[in-house]
């Protein structure tokens, strides 16, 4: 885009598609976009995976609706003992990475996204907590290669509303509090707002130490740059104004375990000449020269960054900036959603964006609905990750019956599971969004939470279908 914020360049083909009508009556979500720009350049692009899986089955046990083939396995659930002993597994399961150990093992780092009145605390454990009025935090679960759970125990505690975060090439987790939160506010000890390393291998190599030069705000997820060690953070801010879509400059790039600590620079994304990203909607508009601001006060001491002066040219900003995951040689971030009722300069069902460090470019590459004529419940995508068979995972956050869908690369979207754990009544429904999906690092086991009841699924069969 120009200064004055025109496209120039080409742009993709809109595309329109209702599909996954399978798994509860009325579902659907639509897609538009062109994903070969999406995949290009990664190694999912390789496999296959044209189409999805087929129909959801019901689910005898009313756990999980999966295509035919498939099958799950109940990992952990809330308010079981963890098998370290140190208390009850936490509940608000959300954002969650899949790291190789040894022997063929699996190492899962799961966060908590308790707040002040989370109901299921992770556990108090000394050298591992922060705060000890936080409730959130991270447990870290270590899986045999046959699937079944070895151990079982806290890796940080002390934290709070721990939403998503991401992994570290060095295979360490980046867990992100949500929230701004100071001492003295709900009853905690210290400030809130802040980024932990942690090994779920072995949690006290990163022990409780937050990362403040990666700024103080509302945190929602992180995806590093395995070329330069940048690391680029989204913020799920829910008034006015929204959240800013950030960078962080390393003094230890790729440093591996605790480098981070040793600090940097943060900066926010400008795009020249728009201030809200959700007026953009136009599959493959890109806007060439992005430009990245000093945050002025990364710590917000007195005003939360999004608030702060960052010059005659303002910054951009969005609404319900979350996951986030890098690909190739770019680094993409969802929007989850933006409604003019709330304040947000358009509105949308949510997008996908694309950046490319070395062109500098950024390029709208999915947007999901509403259409011009389209209503449905399916909305609002959330945590978001490559899958083996050559397209996306997307974690559904929104109203009604909760999904993770698949998108394929050639732009089909269908349904891969469904909730079917009713936390309301028959009358009255209410099903918890999934978050938190991975997969192994040999792409056979996809990994997912339910947030509530907390609920944490292996899911096994033909992905290379």
């Given at each position: 885009?120009?200064?004055?914020?025109?496209?120039?360049?080409?742009?993709?083909?809109?595309?329109?598609?209702?599909?996954?009508r399978?798994?509860?009556?009325?579902?659907?979500?639509?897609?538009?976009?062109?994903?070969s720009?999406?995949f290009?350049?990664?190694?999912?692009?390789?496999?296959?995976?044209?189409?999805?899986?087929?129909?959801?089955?019901?689910?005898p046990?009313?756990?999980?609706?999966?295509?035919?083939g498939?099958?799950?396995?109940?990992?952990?659930?809330?308010?079981?003992?963890?098998?370290?002993?140190?208390?009850?597994?936490?509940?608000?399961?959300?954002?969650?990475?899949?790291f190789?150990?040894?022997?063929?093992?699996?190492?899962?780092?799961?966060?908590?996204?308790?707040?002040?009145?989370?109901?299921?605390?992770?556990?108090?454990?000394?050298?591992?907590?922060?705060?000890?009025?936080?409730?959130?935090?991270?447990?870290?679960?270590?899986?045999d290669?046959?699937?079944?759970?070895?151990?079982?125990?806290?890796a940080?505690?002390?934290?709070?509303?721990?939403?998503?975060?991401?992994?570290?090439?060095?295979?360490?987790?980046?867990?992100?509090?949500?929230?701004?939160?100071?001492?003295?506010?709900?009853?905690?000890t210290?400030?809130?707002?802040?980024?932990?390393?942690?090994?779920?291998?072995?949690?006290?190599?990163?022990?409780?130490?937050?990362?403040?030069?990666?700024?103080?705000?509302?945190?929602?997820?992180?995806?590093?740059?395995?070329?330069?060690?940048?690391?680029?953070?989204?913020?799920d801010?829910?008034?006015?104004?929204?959240?800013?879509f950030?960078?962080?400059?390393?003094?230890?790039?790729?440093?591996?375990?605790?480098s981070?600590?040793?600090?940097?620079?943060?900066?926010?994304?400008?795009?020249?000449?728009?201030?809200?990203?959700?007026?953009?909607?136009?599959?493959?508009?890109?806007?060439d020269?992005?430009?990245?601001?000093?945050?002025?006060?990364?710590?917000?001491?007195e005003?939360?960054?999004?608030?702060?002066?960052?010059?005659?040219?303002?910054?951009?900003?969005?609404?319900?900036?979350?996951?986030?995951?890098?690909?190739?040689?770019?680094?993409?971030?969802?929007?989850s959603?933006?409604?003019?009722?709330?304040?947000?300069?358009?509105?949308?069902?949510?997008?996908?964006?694309?950046?490319?460090?070395?062109?500098?470019?950024l390029?709208?590459?999915?947007?999901f609905?509403?259409?011009?004529?389209?209503?449905?419940?399916?909305?609002?995508?959330d945590?978001?990750?490559?899958?083996?068979?050559?397209?996306?995972?997307v974690?559904?956050?929104?109203?009604?019956?909760?999904?993770?869908?698949?998108?394929?690369?050639?732009?089909?979207?269908?349904?891969?599971a469904?909730?079917?754990?009713n936390?309301?009544?028959?009358?009255?429904?209410?099903?918890?969004?999934?978050?938190?999906?991975?997969?192994?690092?040999?792409?056979?086991?996809m990994y997912?939470?339910?947030?509530?009841?907390?609920?944490?699924?292996?899911?096994?069969?033909?992905?290379?279908?």
């Open positions: 885009m120009s200064e004055n914020g025109s496209p120039h360049g080409s742009t993709a083909t809109t595309r329109r598609q209702m599909l996954a399978s798994g509860a009556v009325g579902v659907g979500i639509a897609f538009t976009g062109a994903l720009e999406l290009a350049g990664t190694s999912a692009a390789q496999n296959l995976g044209h189409h999805g899986y087929g129909d959801l089955v019901p689910d046990d009313g756990l999980l609706d999966l295509p035919k498939f099958r799950y396995t109940v990992l952990s659930k809330e308010g079981d003992q963890l098998r370290s002993g140190e208390g009850p597994v936490p509940s608000n399961h959300d954002g969650m990475a899949a190789a150990g040894r022997q063929g093992h699996v190492h899962l780092v799961r966060n908590h996204e308790n707040r002040a009145t989370g109901r299921v605390p992770v556990p108090v454990v000394d050298g591992l907590t922060y705060d000890p009025q936080g409730k959130g935090g991270c447990t870290a679960l270590t899986l290669r046959r699937g079944g759970v070895l151990s079982e125990r806290v940080i505690a002390g934290t709070a509303v721990n939403c998503a975060g991401g992994p570290t090439p060095w295979k360490t987790w980046l867990t992100c509090e949500e929230t701004e939160d100071r001492a003295g506010t709900n009853g905690y210290k400030d809130h707002g802040f980024i932990f390393e942690v090994d779920g291998a072995d949690p006290r190599r990163t022990g409780a130490v937050p990362l403040t030069a990666m700024g103080r705000f509302a945190h929602e997820a992180i995806a590093v740059d395995p070329h330069r060690g940048v690391v680029y953070e989204t913020e801010a829910f008034e006015r104004p929204f959240g800013l950030y960078r962080f400059l390393p003094n230890k790039p790729l440093g591996g375990t605790g981070l600590r040793a600090g940097g620079r943060l900066q926010a994304m400008r795009v020249p000449g728009v201030p809200d990203l959700s007026t953009i909607q136009e599959i493959g508009a890109h806007f020269g992005i430009e990245w601001v000093d945050v002025p006060d990364p710590l917000a001491v005003t939360p960054i999004r608030h702060q002066d960052f010059g005659a040219k303002g910054i951009t900003h969005a609404q319900k900036l979350e996951g986030c995951y890098w690909g190739g040689r770019s680094v993409y971030f969802v929007s959603f933006a409604r003019t009722s709330d304040g947000s300069a358009a509105s949308h069902y949510g997008q996908v964006w694309r950046y490319d460090p070395d062109r500098r470019r390029t709208l590459v999915i947007v609905g509403p259409d011009t004529d389209i209503q449905m419940p399916g909305e609002s995508p945590n978001i990750c490559l899958a083996p068979s050559g397209g996306l995972m974690c559904e956050d929104g109203w009604g019956a909760q999904h993770v869908f698949g998108v394929t690369r050639h732009g089909e979207v269908y349904p891969m469904r909730n079917r754990q936390l309301g009544t028959d009358d009255a429904p209410d099903w918890g969004e999934f978050a938190g999906v991975t997969f192994s690092p040999d792409g056979r086991t997912v939470n339910v947030y509530d009841p907390g609920t944490t699924f292996a899911v096994t069969g033909p992905w290379r279908r």
